[in-house]
C-alpha cells in the first residue's frame, strides 16, 4: 500500500463529533503552534528537577524538558513490555508518540486524535518515523512501520479488540466527555496484561458547585474547552469497565508551580491563566497520574 493510501485508510473513519471550543482551539487557533507549548507538545509539563527559584528565569530548553518528562511519567507508569504496542488517546501533534517509539526499542505506536486538523499537522510533522525510517541509524528491517494516525473519539476507537499493550493519554481526558465510555473502550482494546496510564487534570472531589467554581476562575471551563471531571469519575469507570488496581496519584505540586512561572512570561498575576495555581492552591483543582490494569 501506498503512502497515499495508508494515510486515507488511517484517516477515513466515521467522523466524531467534536464540542465547539474542541473544533476551534485545535483547529484555527492550533494551540500547539503558541509559543506556551515549546517543542511541539501540548502539556502543562512535569517540573520535577527543574529550578523553579524566582530569581532563575525559565528557559525554553527547560519547557520542552518538562513536557518530554510528562510523557516519561507516564510511559514509566505503562511499565511497557519489550517491543510494545502503544495507543495514544488525544495525541495531538504526535510529539509524545514520536518520542514513545524514540526512547522504547521496536516500540510500534498508534496516535488518535479526534480533530482531523491535528492529524494532519502531525502528519506534516512525523513524516520521517510515518515512512518508516531508521532511527537513529538503525533500520526496523522489515518490521511494522513504528508510527501511524488514525482519527477517533475516546469514547469511540475505530480499533480492534485486544490490540495494544498500553494505552495512554496525556492531558487530554479534561476534554472527554464521557468517561465511562472512554474506559470501557480503553479495556475493550488493551491486551490481556495490558495497562491504562492517564494524566490530566480533575476536580479533587465530585462537590456539586465544582464547575461553578472553575468556570469562575478559568476561561476554558467557562467556554467548554475543559470539563469539570471529578477524577473519582475516571477510577469509577475505570473499575465499572472491569479493570483493575485502579490507582490516582496526585501529582500537582510538580505541575502547578512549575507551569505558572512559565505562565509569567506572558500574563500577570490575577489574570485567568494564572488561576490554575489558585484553583490548586484552594483545594479545588489538581493533576493526577490515573493507572489500571487488564487481568491476564
Not at 512535569?46 to 527559584?53: F, P, V, Y
Not at 495494544?164 to 480503553?186: G, I, K, M
Not at 480533575?202 to 470539563?227: C, S
Request: overall charge negative; aromatic content about 8%.
Amino acid at each position: 500500500m501506498t503512502d497515499a493510501a495508508d494515510a486515507a485508510t488511517d484517516t477515513q473513519q466515521d467522523a466524531p463529533s467534536m464540542r465547539p471550543a474542541v473544533r476551534e482551539t485545535y483547529g484555527p487557533v492550533d494551540l500547539g503552534n503558541l509559543p506556551i507549548f515549546a517543542g511541539g507538545f501540548i502539556n502543562f509539563g512535569h517540573w520535577h528537577g527543574i529550578n523553579l527559584t524566582p530569581d532563575r528565569p525559565l528557559t525554553e530548553t527547560d519547557r520542552i524538558r518538562s513536557q518530554k518528562d510528562l510523557y516519561r511519567l507516564v510511559l514509566d507508569a505503562a511499565a511497557l513490555p519489550k517491543a510494545p504496542t502503544v495507543l495514544e488517546v488525544g495525541c495531538g501533534l504526535g510529539t509524545g508518540c514520536a518520542l514513545t517509539v524514540r526512547e522504547h526499542d521496536g516500540a510500534t505506536v498508534t496516535g488518535m486524535d479526534i480533530h482531523p486538523d491535528q492529524l494532519t499537522r502531525a502528519r506534516a510533522a512525523q513524516a520521517e518515523l510515518l515512512r518508516g525510517e531508521p532511527l537513529d541509524g538503525n533500520p526496523r528491517h522489515d518490521g511494522p512501520r513504528p508510527l501511524r494516525f488514525v482519527q477517533g473519539a475516546a469514547e469511540r476507537m475505530p480499533l480492534p479488540d485486544g490490540g495494544f499493550d498500553a494505552v495512554v493519554s496525556v492531558e487530554a481526558a479534561q476534554h472527554f466527555p464521557d468517561l465511562t465510555a472512554f474506559a470501557r473502550e480503553t479495556a475493550r482494546v488493551l491486551r490481556p496484561g495490558g495497562r491504562m496510564a492517564v494524566t490530566s487534570f480533575f476536580t479533587t472531589d465530585a462537590a456539586p458547585g465544582r464547575p461553578a467554581e472553575l468556570a469562575a476562575l478559568l476561561d476554558t471551563f467557562a467556554n467548554g474547552l475543559d470539563i469539570a471531571h471529578p477524577v473519582t469519575a475516571l477510577t469509577d469507570a475505570a473499575t465499572a469497565a472491569g479493570l483493575t488496581d485502579v490507582r490516582a496519584t496526585s501529582i500537582g505540586a510538580d505541575v502547578w508551580p512549575g507551569w505558572d512561572r512559565w505562565l509569567s512570561r506572558w500574563w500577570d498575576p490575577g489574570t485567568w491563566p494564572r488561576n490554575f495555581l489558585a484553583a490548586y492552591e484552594q483545594g479545588i483543582l489538581d493533576y493526577y497520574l490515573v493507572t489500571a490494569d487488564k487481568r491476564g
